[in-house]
């Protein structure tokens, strides 16, 4: 390699160190030596010319990583397995550094593995910051200093004189070499080599020229001698340098060949169209893109561009490049194919010695399967997965800067739809059916907004289409609303083909309109969301748009519930009894009847306040109260023979009942106080039979089994069916007030309370008839052979100080 291909290969030694960062290393597998760049020692914080051996090597890794980059190192070494991994090092510093450390196999022409040669570059994957990168380079002159090294030898070949650089050179001095062959500093294998070239050039009266390595120092030399004064005068020159870097050299470029980053090398050209050339790609470039190194030298980057490639980040890659800047971008580019790909490109301009600008070098890794996965991620944040609809979370973005835009207030509708008896379909026909069903429901809701309307799923069966008011669309919200809401409700009315079945349901609206107030995005919500259930009380497969008054009784229900909380906080609540009598007006027992003594208000009824308790959950602690107080007042008769026989009748809330635990709760209430479990009676409401009737008869046959008497109350009020009647372990049944307030009066009401007690007589169940407050009504119910009675007409309900003073009464 003369001067100029030196310089010109230092100057692209220069080149990619400089732009990829890259150390280098090989190891010797015949003579079991490692060597390392300079770079490579000072990525590890040593001073050039550090070499370490192999095992020192591998310290360097940090040790979760040092087992398996050993493992590497030796598949590549025996079995030809290249590879390219990312780990961390520890530098003598004691500073990590993530670094990629790639390696590939060199084989001889037998094929047989002789060397491993590789790099290491460091890196900052996965959010890791940027360490302070390699950038120092190689020092690769090798020119002849001031003081040449100059020794003559005789025929024989024996120094007989070395000047002082000669002996600097050779590592001894000319007392100890004067008389030596000198070829005897140089290793066993190439003396008998030097010796036998440097006979033939005595014999033959020639010069000699050779470069060999001098293994006791470690110092290649150049040698170039002639015949002088019967022997040979020889000039040496310290070349190890030049070998040095032309090692390295080879490995730097088998390694950029091998890197699985597209490295691009383009000349120092304007920016102007068509743009700075191509000089050099790399093998990765070519598997990557799909271009052949011939298509693209001499071409631009510019052929990797394409209709997604970002004209932003373009702009900020040539605006950095003005200013001799690098430049680091996420970029879409294209192959040959047409087939887009991400790129996480770095470009950095290189200079020469005299800081001109000479080249650019671009290094680019494929980022595609991590754009694809941030895409996903960014998905699932925004999207539901089942329906590709907006999820809740992109539905408040929207909403937010639609009520939030100061300048030009937007004006709208929000609707909030839920599907009518949805939970049927899941319980009857499974969760898979249930989710087709929803799917095929964003499909028709999709078709029935215009284009900029956004359509969102919050969960469950529940939907919100947000309608903003644009030029584009000429009606007023409310009109837009309605118009849309009735397109909502005539298309998904429409049959669901379901695998194996034809579905058919409806569903519910509510609508709120913003725009001409300010609202919060939870008022607005809220406000949507009474409106619809506002439709689903109305009948359902409705349509109900929010007014204050729905607002008002909200506020009023809430203020109800923070109440009750209190009530039960601080025991405001207390039982009266209302006696139930016989066919000859003695007393069989009482209704437990529950009263709020509020502080203000007074006495308060059970029918204001039964419906938020229910609401609220609160009914299971109340209920679980009377139900024990019952069993104690029950235990405290039993001590009296008079009043053993009374019973009580507690009446149990659907969701009380509903409760899992209520069936342990009865038997532990019985079982604390100690009493027969018939005189407890349950009062059933007719509403239990309108879902779930497999579970009521299950839970009604196990109290049943414990003994506890059962009672249908309000029995005709819409839910009783024969069907369901006689599979219900029931004892009696019970004629709702309603029917007993007009049975003399009313054709309809005497009917059915003659068809109460027929239909009881003849299931053999007892029958009771409550509100009876005249004796005409006593007298009719009695003839139809109704033989019990609840009502004024007897007793009003009592606390029970009074009621004990009654049935003293009634006993003397």
């Not at 066993?188 to 390595?213: C, D, P, Q, S």
């Not at 001799?324 to 010695?353: C, M, T």
């Not at 539901?384 to 100061?406: E, F, G, W, Y």
């Not at 819409?718 to 219900?728: A, F, V």
Request: glycine share 8%; aromatic share 8%; hydrophobic share 40%.
């Amino acid at each position: 390699m003369d001067s100029a291909q030196l310089q010109h290969a230092n100057a692209f030694l220069k080149l990619v160190e400089r732009t990829a960062f890259v150390g280098v290393w090989m190891i010797d597998l015949v003579n079991e030596k490692l060597v390392w760049s300079d770079q490579l020692a000072a990525l590890h914080g040593a001073e050039p010319g550090f070499s370490p051996s192999l095992e020192k090597a591998f310290s360097f890794y940090a040790p979760e990583w040092r087992e398996k980059v050993e493992a590497l190192v030796q598949a590549c070494a025996t079995e030809g397995v290249a590879f390219d991994e990312e780990m961390q090092i520890v530098t003598l510093q004691g500073r990590r550094a993530w670094v990629r450390t790639l390696g590939h196999p060199v084989r001889d022409d037998s094929g047989r593995i002789v060397r491993v040669e590789g790099a290491l570059q460091e890196i900052a994957p996965h959010g890791y910051p940027r360490g302070t990168l390699l950038r120092h380079t190689v020092s690769m002159g090798g020119a002849m200093g001031s003081g040449e090294a100059f020794v003559t030898v005789d025929r024989e070949g024996q120094f007989n004189y070395i000047n002082e650089e000669a002996e600097r050179l050779l590592g001894r001095s000319a007392d100890e070499l004067l008389g030596k062959k000198f070829w005897s500093s140089f290793q066993k294998t190439v003396r008998f080599r030097l010796e036998e070239r440097f006979h033939a050039a005595v014999a033959r009266n020639e010069g000699i020229e050779f470069e060999e390595l001098d293994a006791r120092v470690s110092t290649w030399l150049e040698v170039r001698g002639f015949p002088f004064g019967g022997g040979f005068a020889a000039h040496f020159r310290d070349v190890t340098a030049r070998h040095k870097s032309e090692e390295q050299l080879r490995l730097l470029e088998s390694s950029i060949a091998r890197l699985n980053d597209i490295v691009i090398i383009t000349e120092a050209g304007p920016f102007s169209a068509p743009g700075p050339r191509i000089v050099f790609v790399n093998e990765a470039f070519e598997r990557r893109t799909g271009y052949t190194r011939d298509e693209v030298l001499g071409r631009t980057p510019r052929l990797l561009q394409g209709p997604d490639t970002q004209r932003s980040e373009l702009d900020h890659i040539r605006a950095a490049l003005e200013q001799w800047e690098p430049v680091r971008v996420d970029l879409i580019n294209y192959k040959k194919s047409g087939e887009p790909f991400w790129v996480d490109l770095d470009v950095s301009p290189v200079w020469d010695s005299s800081r001109k600008l000479t080249h650019w070098v671009a290094v680019g890794r494929d980022i595609s399967e991590r754009k694809s996965a941030e895409e996903k991620i960014q998905y699932l944040a925004f999207y539901d997965p089942l329906t590709k609809l907006p999820n809740r979370q992109l539905l408040l973005d929207r909403l937010h800067v639609a009520l939030s835009d100061q300048e030009r207030p937007r004006e709208g509708a929000l609707m909030f739809i839920d599907l009518d008896n949805f939970k049927i379909l899941n319980d009857t026909l499974g969760h898979q059916k249930g989710d087709m069903l929803l799917q095929q429901v964003a499909e028709r809701l999709r078709s029935c907004v215009a284009k900029g309307d956004t359509v969102a799923r919050l969960g469950g069966d529940e939907f919100v289409i947000l309608i903003e008011n644009s030029s584009a669309k000429p009606l007023e919200p409310a009109a837009a609303a309605r118009i849309v809401s009735d397109r909502i409700l005539s298309t998904l009315g429409e049959p669901y083909v379901l695998p194996g079945y034809l579905h058919h349901s409806t569903c519910s609206i509510g609508v709120t309109l913003f725009g001409k107030a300010p609202c919060s995005v939870s008022e607005l919500l809220k406000q949507a969301d009474l409106a619809m259930y506002q439709a689903k009380s109305a009948g359902r497969n409705a349509v109900c748009f929010f007014d204050p008054e729905m607002q008002a009784l909200v506020t009023a229900n809430a203020a109800l519930a923070a109440d009750l909380r209190q009530a039960w906080r601080e025991n405001q609540f207390l039982i009266d009894y209302q006696p139930q009598v016989g066919p000859d007006g003695r007393m069989t027992g009482v209704e437990a009847l529950l009263r709020w003594d509020h502080p203000e208000r007074g006495r308060v009824g059970p029918d204001h306040f039964i419906p938020t308790a229910e609401e609220t959950s609160l009914i299971i602690p109340i209920g679980r109260w009377v139900l024990e107080s019952a069993c104690a007042q029950l235990a405290q008769w039993a001590k009296r023979p008079e009043r053993r026989h009374l019973s009580i009748a507690v009446n149990v809330s659907v969701r009380q009942f509903r409760h899992p635990d209520f069936v342990d709760e009865v038997m532990h209430a019985i079982a604390h106080a100690g009493i027969e479990p018939q005189k407890l009676k349950l009062e059933l409401t007719e509403s239990l039979l309108a879902d779930g009737i497999e579970v009521t008869v299950a839970k009604m046959g196990s109290l049943k089994e414990m003994g506890v008497t059962l009672s249908l109350d309000d029995f005709g009020m819409g839910y009783s069916s024969l069907s369901y009647l006689k599979r219900l372990p029931l004892d009696q049944l019970k004629i709702d007030r309603e029917f007993v307030k007009e049975v003399l009066t009313d054709a309809n009401d005497a009917a059915i309370a003659r068809t109460i007690i027929g239909l009881a007589q003849s299931l053999g169940l007892g029958v009771i008839a409550e509100g009876v407050e005249t004796e005409e009504q006593r007298a009719f119910l009695a003839a139809q052979g109704c033989p019990a009675y609840q009502g004024y007409l007897f007793c009003k309900p009592l606390p029970i100080a009074e009621l004990e003073k009654f049935m003293a009464a009634m006993e003397r």
